[in-house]
């Protein structure tokens, strides 16, 4: 005879719009259940929590102290990633955190210390690699598709948000820029695919230019940015691969691709890594077009929350899970490094490394409740 397990209990931290994206992903896994959310704006708990049914809104110490969260999502602001997930491993509980994992290498680094002094695990996003693209790109990768590896670029390159959104002043504090709101989405992407980054020269800087505010009740004020808004350099994989990289919100307009991946019999063509969609393209040796590589079977709701229901899942089972702190910190510690190499004039080491994680089995998830015996 077999026995339903329940499913696992789990908490969120954070209650902005981001969450609403979450709650849609997580609510298709029977393997866990949202029980209580948190937010320094009680009312905005409660709404959030009435609209999607969770059971309980509380404070963020109440549900700290609550025993029943096996996992909290931290889905906080960037700057209180730290201070938020630092006292949900310190209550005992397992942590996903929202990207970045912090906004500073100690401040990261402290973040897998604690998880390891308590005994538990700790996630983060993005977890976008985990989407059909990604994945269709690993298999086609590991089969020998494109043949050698032989390098890689990675770009991001835009207009800035303060355009389109009415308080983009945010968007340009440190912890946010281009490149760790945007180009944290490539650097997952390239170390999921391709391994860890062993060192990194690069050039940063500031526009000059004041940012005018497009829309909204500010429209037309302006402001300065306090976090390089270009940054250009250069990657050196741990497999020796070299990469480029560039993430700007000084470009007015671009062809170049978002991601490419070159080898001795092809180049394979990554759509936004931002996103769970989109074709992933192919133009083998010798070809004049580019051909859409047929996409692995993948979770038709795939969205942001992804990465944090699949680690529950990997919690039920005993096994590792894809979208590792240890993972979300390498790429933390590859930005600060970027910076660093730019401020420095010099090529900066990488201190920390991450397993580059299986692929998804083919037909994930079985969204059938899994049973204990």
Known sequence: MTVARAATPVGIIGMGNVSGVYLKTLRAFPTLEVVVCADIDLERARAQGSRFG?????????????????????LTVPAAHAEVGAAVLQAGKALYNEKPLAIERAAGRALLDAAAGAGVRIGGAPDTFLGAPQQTA????????????????????????????????????PGAGPLFDLGVYHLTTL????????????????????????SGPQAGTSFAARTPTHVSGSLELASGLPGTIMTSWDVAGSELPWIE??????????????????????????????????????????????????????????????????RAFHVLDIMCALYESSEQKRQVELQSTCERPEPLPLGWPDLGQDVAA
């Open 54 to 74: 969770i059971p309980r809104a509380v404070p963020v110490a109440e549900l700290l102290a609550d025993p029943s969260p096996e996992l909290v999502i931290n």
């Open 138 to 173: 690993r298999r086609a990768i590991d089969s020998g598709a494109i043949g050698e590896l032989t390098g890689v670029a990675i770009f991001s390159t835009r207009e800035g948000p303060e355009r389109w959104h009415p308080n983009p002043q945010f968007f340009f504090e």
């Open 191 to 214: 170390v999921s695919l391709l391994g860890p980054v062993a060192a990194v020269s690069a050039s940063a800087r500031i526009a000059p230019t004041p940012r005018v505010i497009g």
């Open 261 to 326: 991946i070159y080898g001795s019999k092809g180049t394979l063509s990554l759509p936004d890594p931002a996103e769970f969609n989109g074709d992933l393209r192919l133009r083998g040796s010798g070809e004049k077009h580019w051909s859409v590589v047929p996409a692995v079977p993948a979770f038709a709701e795939a969205g942001r929350g992804l990465g944090a229901a699949e680690m529950v899942e990997a919690m039920r089972a005993g096994r590792p899970h894809r979208a590792t702190g240890e």
